[in-house]
């Protein structure tokens, strides 16, 4: 009896284990597949399905890019920045042509503030969760996440190359000595002790009833 007894909560912990690890696969990449609340600001426009999938077949992409940096504004909110982002890289995704415009733009002014001197935090914070996103969205692809003409469509299959944009996202944290929002999107980016420490920074920095506290709530 005393061996079954211990043979019990190691298998309910074994069960507790596959249960976890099949939650997060359902879940699929944070950064891609659930949408940030970005309160009044303007985002790109979006279709009113329920899915994370869900992009307006009206939208003409190849206005993409010149859409994206306009909303990408010195005063729009971080939550903001990341849905835009999480947007255009699903909509980018359509167009391989499309998905390196983009990137090259966003990456380019952030290149630009480098060379300039520049103390420019959103730069960096753009590019670097671009890239991430990017790098994200190529998971959805090699985790079976589409079928049919969503798969034969989805056009970044790999991620991107010689770029890190965690640690840009970090250089952005940097310049800012501290910010929230910037924490928070940091976290979505790592897994384990890392993630888990921004998210404590996030949390800690959360006024309550904020864009931050809700999307922090939703996840």
Not at 8 to 17: E, I, K, W
Not at 49 to 66: F, K, Q, V
Not at 128 to 152: N, P
Request: hydrophobic share 45%.
């Amino acid at each position: 009896m005393r061996k079954i007894n211990h043979l019990v909560p190691r298998s309910v912990l074994a069960l507790g284990v596959l249960f976890t690890l099949s939650r997060a696969a359902f879940a699929g990449p944070a950064l891609i597949c659930h949408s940030f609340d970005a309160g009044d600001a303007p985002v790109l426009p979006w279709s009113s399905g329920s899915t994370w999938n869900s992009p307006d077949p009206s939208y003409d992409i190849e206005r993409l890019t010149a859409d994206t940096m306009r909303l990408l504004s010195a005063d729009a909110p971080i939550m903001a920045r990341m849905e835009t982002l999480r947007r255009a890289t699903i909509y980018a995704t359509k167009d391989r042509r499309i998905t390196a415009e983009l990137l090259s733009a966003v990456l380019g002014r952030a290149l630009t503030t480098a060379a300039d001197g520049s103390r420019d935090s959103l730069a960096w914070f753009d590019a670097g969760y671009l890239i991430e996103t990017y790098r994200q969205a190529s998971l959805v692809y090699r985790w079976d996440m589409l079928s049919g003409a969503e798969r034969s469509a989805w056009t970044l299959r790999s991620e991107p190359e010689a770029l890190d944009g965690y640690r840009f996202v970090r250089k952005a944290i940097d310049l800012e000595d501290s910010n929230a929002e910037m924490e928070f999107a940091a976290s979505l980016m790592k897994e384990g002790a890392a993630s888990a420490e921004h998210r404590r920074r996030a949390v800690a920095g959360a006024n309550a009833g904020s864009l931050l506290a809700r999307n922090l709530d939703n996840r």
